[in-house]
C-alpha cells in the first residue's frame, strides 16, 4: 500500500510559522468541505468507514494522532505530529483516528460535500465493494 504523506512547505520568521495550501498544488483536489476534530478522549476511536469516492487530507495542526489505513489487502499504521504534514487518503479506504493527544486538533480537508450514500461503515460491506471494484 502506497501512503501519502505531505510535508507542506512552513515559512517562518521571529514572528512564528504560517503554512498555506492551495488546490492543486499542495492539494491534489479541490476542496469542498473542511472540519476538524478536537477534544477527542484519548481512548477514542473516530472514523471506522470508508468512502466510495471522496478524497481528503488530515492534517494534525496541533497535538499528535495516529491512523490506521485498511485497502481491503494491506494495512498501514501513520502517526501524525507535525502541523506541517499532511496524510492523503483516497476514495476506498478504510480509515480510523486513534491515540490522540489530550490537546490534538486533527483538520480534514475533502474533496466533496458531505454525502451520505458515499460512506461505508461497516467492515465486511466495505470488503465486498472493494473485491467488486477490482472486477
Not at 483516528?97 to 458531505?114: I, K, R
Amino acid at each position: 500500500m502506497q501512503v501519502v504523506k505531505y510535508m507542506f512547505q512552513p515559512h517562518g520568521d521571529d514572528r512564528g510559522q504560517l503554512v498555506a495550501l492551495e488546490e492543486f498544488k499542495d492539494i491534489p483536489f479541490r476542496v469542498k468541505r473542511f472540519y476538524y476534530m478536537y477534544d477527542t478522549i484519548p481512548e477514542v476511536v473516530r472514523g471506522k468507514h470508508a468512502h466510495r469516492n471522496l478524497e481528503q487530507i488530515l492534517i494534525c495542526i496541533h497535538g499528535s494522532c495516529k491512523v490506521r489505513l485498511d485497502n481491503g489487502k494491506e494495512k498501514k499504521e501513520v502517526s501524525l505530529e507535525k502541523p506541517y504534514e499532511g496524510l492523503y487518503i483516497p476514495g476506498s479506504m478504510w480509515r480510523e483516528m486513534y491515540d490522540f493527544s489530550e490537546d490534538a486538533v486533527l483538520v480534514v480537508l475533502a474533496s466533496e460535500l458531505y454525502d451520505e450514500a458515499d460512506y461505508i461503515r461497516d467492515y465486511q460491506e466495505f470488503l465486498r465493494f472493494v473485491e467488486e471494484s477490482e472486477k
